[in-house]
């Protein structure tokens, strides 16, 4: 069992930024997948940046490419997610979730980012763009 607890949402105007954390305890040497998803209000929860902590290989869908950035520190249990250049569409409860490996295909056009591949979840933390 892993737990997730995510920090650093809050409310921002259009163009800041805001760094998020996910502290990850338990058995947390087994996940090598850690990934971010984000869930605006009356939407599906889709994914921001996933990373293999063991090649450290990342992956970002289109629509945020360029703006966000995923990081882990190992020593601190800690996944890291940088926005910039925050937009009012970027507003939404941001997850952390875990995973015992990433679906295969990470670095290929092919690879896609799907909440049902993750089995572990944080609760949350919320982020507000305003314009």
């Known amino acids: 069992q892993v737990r997730l607890v995510e920090s650093g949402g809050g409310s921002v105007q259009r163009g800041g930024s805001l760094r998020l954390s996910c502290v990850a305890s338990g058995e947390t040497s087994g996940m090598a997948c850690m990934a971010w998803f984000r869930q605006a209000p009356g939407k599906e929860r889709s994914g921001v940046a996933v990373?293999?902590?063991?090649?450290?290989?990342?992956y970002y869908p289109d629509h945020v490419k360029g703006r966000v950035t995923i990081s882990h520190d190992s020593a601190k249990n800690t996944v890291t997610l940088q926005v910039d250049r925050l937009t009012p569409e970027d507003t939404g409860m941001y997850y952390c979730a875990a995973e015992r490996s990433c679906r295969y295909g990470m670095g290929t056009p092919y690879f896609l980012l799907l909440r049902a591949d993750f089995s572990n979840w944080g609760q949350g933390t919320q982020v507000t763009v305003s314009s």
């Open positions: 990373i293999d902590r063991g090649t450290g290989s990342t």
